[in-house]
């Protein structure tokens, strides 16, 4: 009996372990065998996350490669609301630090389905109190920020982009295209913790660079010299624009006023504009290089012919025109450096109007030059077969035809390269990691004959040494350029402003082999309006500077008048005693300082003393021929006399400074000839 | 048989371990090639023009005059336009 028990007793616990191995054998086979699809799914869905990656935009460089937009990855929070057990205490937690109010994140939380976004792009601070918190259910994806850190600096160049990161405006918009890039997908393995361990990703195609024409030096003195001349003038608006001649690249676009792309929708949409493009304007006499080269290319007239300029006056078709000024006789070269509306609208007249369309048009006039900034306005001008009998002589002095400043500089620029037109250009070159992109090339056109151009590029040098635009002369350089004051139209009354104007100078230094040409554009100058008095001194500051930056050697002699800080203030030598202060020569020199900083209010302050190299234009008025002659040849300046009897007129006037060995222009006539008051015109 | 078995147990969960420091490695890369972005869009805000302008104006700087920047090349022969067009401007007119 007691040799069958202990048998039994194994037997049951034999019995009992194969039972119970059964039961877990075939627990785990039901597991494995018919719920291995919904676990699966389960752990999936715990360990796995997919991820769209956001591209990375493109940046956008300065010529020389300094960075003006460039894209930073940020955090952004994410909610799996499939993971979150008590929605509103996430949200209490959150709304703290996202100051964000906790009902919107909580009804975001619940109505969502899959993982939704509850704040953009957050600081790091941000992201970190949040990640020491420990959510479960919250996460972070990485999302691009556009920053622009330059700020200000060619904003309404480059544009700004949307909170999608599209672009709107300026570059960011015309070429977002290649600049957004593709999106990519990324799955993600993670452990109970939240420790991803796995991936795998289809990479997100970054978006193409961009390289641009600007500089970003060229830009800022630009938008500096732009932001003191508004500030000076209290002008509403304007623009500077630099140019290379040669290729029809843009150096610089500056305007006013301008915006801060970081924060582009705290400003209103006007500001965004790019006035360079987009903003069209009666050009005035500007245009009268156009006119004049229309002339002279067509045989119609040659720079020493003289024109009778009728005292100002003159009629067309029945309306009456007037001079700025009443001009007698002057060469067809005075006529434009002292723009005479009367001399240009009769030089207009003997080319007539279809071949002056034609010439007009030569010069890219009333077209889209094809920049690759979005919003280009083409201006305006009449196809000729629309123009009234007294158009020809509106067009001629730069009124009934509007342009963007980007369309007047290249044409200026093709008169300073030698007669070819350039289409104007902002993109240098755009390219991936791998490639550059094609890019289309800069057009270009024969606009006018190379010996047309060289006669017009030195007409607008006298135009700056004896004309209107005395106050754009350059220290050191030659330089050639046309000023003008156009009215404009009253939208009250329809007719021309007699009180809001542009004041505009465009011009280009060297006169041979020119580097750059620049435009300086002011809408509606508060006080003095001339394009010469106002728009002249910022194009000499503007240049001098640009031509100092791009070491383009000076191919005349700097003033010794122009003394620099150093000389001013010469350092003792040791032991030495300091000279007495002449304190008549001191108030003198303090003097000289503040008529000098007035005269270049916002610029580096250049130091000008009495020298021998400086004459003063002395009143010739009533003198003869001979006696002017005389004169003259005392004072070292060349005279240019036309007409008989005694000096009626002068140009420069007198009291004027100028250097030795400038051009004075005298005419004579009748003894006892007045000079009639200043009339009205389209201005110089 | 068993030894089989561990082994293939540890592989796998070497594995696993190997997995984690990937992606470990993964995230210090990419923390870095942030950081060097950041670092770009600094050096790129402290060359601005307008800070760089606006420090040179606290410590007494100005824009250089012309001819106070020597240039490259020395000083050319003055060349003006206005020269070559006076002989032929002094025959239209009376002396």
């Given at each position: 009996m007691e040799q069958r028990n202990p048998r039994l007793r194994w037997l049951v616990v034999w019995v009992l372990a194969v039972v119970w191995m059964a039961v877990v054998v075939g627990r785990l086979s039901y597991l494995q065998l018919f719920c291995y699809s919904e676990y699966f799914a389960k752990a999936q869905h715990q360990q796995q996350r997919t991820f769209e990656i956001s591209p990375k935009r493109g940046t956008i460089y300065d010529r020389k490669g300094r960075e003006l937009a460039v894209s930073l990855p940020m955090d952004s929070a994410f909610a799996d609301p499939t993971d979150i057990t008590d929605a509103g205490m996430v949200a209490r937690l959150l709304s703290r630090v996202l100051n964000i109010p906790a009902d919107d994140l909580e009804t975001k939380i619940r109505q969502a389905h899959s993982p939704v976004r509850?704040?953009?792009?957050?600081?790091p601070q941000t992201v970190q109190r949040i990640d020491d918190?420990?959510?479960?259910g919250v996460f972070f994806q990485k999302e691009n920020r556009r920053m622009y850190p330059q700020r200000e600096l060619a904003a309404n160049i480059l544009g700004y982009v949307d909170v999608d990161e599209k672009g709107i405006g300026g570059i960011e918009y015309s070429l977002d295209k290649q600049i957004r890039g593709r999106p990519g997908r990324m799955m993600v393995v993670a452990d109970g913790r939240r420790h991803w361990y796995d991936r795998t990703e289809s990479a997100a195609d970054p978006g193409a660079s961009v390289v641009l024409s600007i500089d970003q030096t060229l830009q800022y003195i630009a938008e500096k010299e732009l932001a003191h001349a508004i500030q000076d003038t209290h002008a509403k608006s304007g623009a500077i624009v630099i140019q290379d001649p040669n290729t029809g690249e843009l150096l610089g676009v500056a305007n006013y006023p301008t915006f801060d792309p970081n924060d582009a929708g705290s400003y209103p949409d006007d500001v965004r504009t790019d006035r360079a493009v987009s903003a069209a304007y009666e050009?005035?006499?500007?245009f009268k290089v156009i006119t004049m080269t229309g002339a002279i290319e067509n045989g119609i007239t040659n720079p020493n012919e003289l024109i009778d300029c009728q005292m100002g006056s003159i009629v067309v078709a029945g309306r009456l025109i007037h001079d700025h000024k009443p001009y007698g006789i002057l060469s067809v070269r005075d006529v434009l450096a002292n723009s005479s509306d009367v001399g240009s609208i009769k030089i207009a007249l003997r080319l007539g109007a279809p071949k002056f369309y034609d010439v007009i048009r030569q010069f890219g006039i009333g077209q889209l030059t094809g920049i690759e900034l979005p919003g280009e306005n083409r201006g305006l001008l009449r196809p000729v077969e629309n123009w009234t009998p007294s158009s020809i002589g509106s067009v001629a002095m730069g009124q009934e035809v509007s342009v963007t400043p980007i369309q007047i500089i290249s044409a200026i620029s093709a008169v300073a390269n030698g007669g070819t037109y350039n289409h104007p250009r902002i993109v240098h070159q755009i390219r991936t990691e791998t490639s550059d992109l094609p890019h289309a090339g800069a057009d270009s056109h024969k606009s006018t004959d190379a010996r047309t151009a060289a006669t017009v590029r030195s007409m607008m040098e006298t135009v700056i040494l004896e004309g209107?635009?005395?106050?754009?002369k350059l220290d050191g350089y030659t330089a050639a350029g046309k000023s003008g004051t156009a009215q404009k139209i009253d939208p009250a009354t329809g007719r021309y402003s007699k009180t809001d104007y542009v004041a505009s100078f465009v011009g280009f230094a060297?006169?041979?082999?020119?580097a750059v040409t620049i435009l300086v554009m002011l809408d509606s100058p508060v006080g003095a309006h001339g394009g010469g008095d106002v728009s002249g001194p910022v194009f000499k500051r503007v240049a001098e500077q640009v031509l100092a930056y791009l070491d383009v050697p000076h191919d005349v002699p700097v003033p010794t008048n122009i003394e620099t800080a150093k000389n001013i203030h010469p350092v003792p030598r040791s032991g030495a005693q300091k000279p007495p202060v002449d304190e008549k020569s001191k108030e003198s020199f303090e003097a000289a300082v503040a008529n000098k900083k007035r005269a270049?209010?916002?610029?580096?302050p250049t130091i000008a003393f009495e020298d021998a190299a400086v004459v003063v234009v002395p009143n010739l008025a009533g003198q003869t021929v001979r006696a002017v002659s005389e004169t003259c040849s005392r004072l070292g300046l060349v005279p240019g006399l036309i007409g008989n009897g005694v000096a009626v007129e002068q140009s420069p006037e007198s009291g004027t400074r100028v250097l030795r060995g400038s051009r004075l222009t005298v005419r004579f006539g009748r003894q006892g000839e007045l000079v009639p008051a200043a009339a009205h015109g389209s201005g110089n | 048989m068993a030894s089989c078995l561990l082994f293939y147990a540890w592989q796998h969960f070497e594995c696993i371990q190997i997995r984690y420091h990937i992606e470990q490695l993964n995230s210090q890369r990419i923390q870095a090639s942030e950081l060097n972005q950041q670092l770009h869009l600094e050096v790129a805000t402290l060359r601005a023009p307008k800070r760089v302008d606006a420090i040179a104006s606290r410590l007494g700087l100005t824009v250089p005059v012309p001819g106070q920047v020597p240039p490259p090349d020395g000083l050319g022969e003055p060349v003006l336009a206005q020269a070559r067009g006076m002989a032929s401007t002094a025959q239209a007119i009376r002396p």
């Open positions: 509850l704040a953009k792009k957050l600081s918190m420990n959510l479960r050009p005035g006499s500007t209107t635009g005395k106050h754009a060297p006169v041979n082999d020119a270049q209010s916002g610029s580096a | -």
